[in-house]
Antibody, heavy 119, light 107 residues
Framework: EVQLVESGGGLVQPGGSLRLSCAAS????????MEWVRQAPSQGLEWVGR??????????EYAASVKGRFTISRDHSKNLLYLQMNSLKTEDTAMYYC??????????WGQGTLVTVSS | DIQMTQSPSSLSASVGDRVTITCQAT??????LNWYQQKPGRSPKLLIY???NLETGVPSRFSGGRSGTDFTFTISSLQPEDIATYYC?????????FGQGTRLEIK
């Protein structure tokens, strides 16, 4: 059974940093693109970025709103996906979801982890 | 960026009604359009991929269609458990973009 479990969310001050984790199980982690999608309180979904699979050298791509501040990485020994978030802004406050990409759709999503950026 | 204009933003319908949501792309995205259902407090769930393909395990009352850059999502007979917000998503080009969402309520 495919499972994605996020962790690492919390309260952080503007300008601070936070690292989110997503534990993946039930599938071959290196064979899939993995993505982060966020949702601000009572708002819609926003794509944050992705890391490609092994065949595409795990290349990372980001939304303009986070490029240069956020970094996506993987630990294949632990089947973990990370989102390192630096220089956080109040507008980064959101629920952060990791999601698996299958072909061109997100077929599995985690339950989300809440990040609050506030002083 | 490709903009996805989803309408209506909210919808109230009765059990058994036929419900249709639309999403319009600002350019050709071929069939790279997905529909997700998000219930309150839950993560999104894939319902339709490739504009019209039903995800495994999803009830057949859900369907999707395409005409050019216009996409439709239909529930043929609304059920109480369909109360949720529905989002379209284009996966044709980066950045991946979503529609604004449609909140569906039971009348």
């Amino acid at each position: 059974e495919v499972q994605l479990v996020e962790s690492g969310g919390g309260l952080v001050q503007p300008g601070g940093s936070l690292r989110l984790s997503c534990a993946a199980s039930g599938f071959i982690f290196s064979d899939h693109y993995m993505e982060w999608v966020r949702q601000a309180p009572s708002q819609g979904l926003e794509w944050v970025g992705r890391t490609k699979h092994k065949s595409d050298s795990y290349i990372t791509e980001y939304a303009a709103s986070v490029k240069g501040r956020f970094t996506i990485s993987r630990d294949h020994s632990k089947n973990l996906l990370y989102l390192q978030m630096n220089s956080l802004k109040t507008e980064d406050t959101a629920m952060y979801y990791c999601a698996r990409l299958y072909d061109r759709q997100n077929d599995y999503w985690g339950q989300g982890t809440l990040v609050t950026v506030s002083s | 960026d490709i903009q996805m204009t989803q309408s209506p933003s909210s919808l109230s319908a009765s059990v058994g009604d036929r419900v249709t949501i639309t999403c319009q792309a600002t350019q050709d995205i071929r069939n790279y359009l997905n529909w997700y259902q998000q219930k309150p407090g839950r993560s999104p769930k894939l319902l339709i991929y490739g504009a019209s393909n039903l995800e495994t395990g999803v009830p057949s009352r859900f369907s999707g269609g395409r005409s050019g850059t216009d996409f439709t999502f239909t529930i043929s007979s609304l059920q109480p458990e369909d109360i949720a917000t529905y989002y379209c998503q284009q996966y044709y080009a980066l950045p991946i973009t979503f529609g604004q969402g449609t909140r569906l309520e039971i009348k």
